[in-house]
């Protein structure tokens, strides 16, 4: 069946630093890739997606890259400040009648000020 | 204004006991859902909904039964509620079945059963 394994589980940088987070998925017919951040007490919020005929997509601090033939994509913080603390998911979406999304384990990121 | 909204936030019972959880979305999306986060923060889907109909259900025991009065509305109702049922529930929603939706959650509801 589907599978998203994501690593590491925990991820702890100082201030400023850059944080990556790698993700693999199992099924080649995926298509669309978010990222969603959790936040304490709150539910996944989705900070940025890329779809499988895109290598790579960059919103400011924040940019994943995609590696359809080795089924791997990335989430790369840049400059991280405390307020990126929190718990991050990979996810894979495929359509199987309906559209399902499958969620990786989640990165519990520290930001250390 | 609240996108997803779900009540209640807190339920503690004790086991046996059959409880609800409700849902509503204000954004017009057509599919709703329901996942399950445990106490290792895995995120695992249970059902999915398309304007009131049911498309995806995960293998999820028959004491679990979703309800979908309208597309804007959908409840999680839970029979004989077992320890292993303690979790966080979270409803979300997305324009429609389409793949490259984004799906928007709910706060959470925290079930703890005793």
């Known amino acids: 069946g589907e599978n998203v394994e994501q690593h590491p589980s925990t991820l702890s940088v100082q201030e400023g630093d850059s944080a990556v987070i790698k993700c693999t998925y199992s099924?080649?017919?995926?298509?669309?890739f978010p990222w969603y951040k959790q936040e304490l007490g709150k539910g996944p919020q989705l900070i940025i997606d890329?779809?499988?005929?895109?290598g790579e997509k960059k919103d400011q601090r924040i940019a994943v890259t995609l590696n359809k033939t080795a089924k791997h994509f990335s989430l790369h913080i840049t400059e991280t400040q405390p307020e990126d603390s929190a718990v991050y998911f990979c996810?894979?979406?495929?359509?199987?009648?309906?559209?399902?999304?499958?969620f990786g384990a989640g990165t519990r990121l520290f930001v250390k000020a | 204004d609240t996108a997803v909204s779900q009540t209640p936030k807190y339920l503690v019972t004790q086991m046996g006991n059959d409880k609800s959880i409700k849902c509503e979305q204000n954004?017009?999306?057509?599919?709703m859902y329901w996942y399950k986060q445990d106490s290792k923060k895995f995120l695992k889907i249970m059902f999915s909904?398309?304007?009131?109909?049911?498309?995806i259900n995960e293998t999820v025991p028959n004491r679990f039964s979703p309800k979908s009065p309208d597309k804007a509305h959908l409840n999680l109702h839970i029979n004989s509620l077992e320890l292993g049922d303690s979790a966080v529930y979270f409803c979300?929603?997305?324009?429609?079945?389409?793949?490259?939706?984004?799906?928007?959650f709910g706060p959470g509801t925290r079930l703890t059963v005793l």
């Open positions: 979300a929603s997305s324009q429609d079945q389409g793949s490259y939706n984004e799906q928007f």
């Open positions: 099924d080649s017919a995926s298509n669309y």
């Open positions: 890329i779809r499988s005929n895109v």
């Open positions: 996810a894979a979406s495929i359509k199987t009648g309906g559209f399902k999304t499958i």
């Open positions: 954004l017009g999306h057509d599919t």
């Open positions: 909904y398309n304007n009131k109909e049911l498309i």
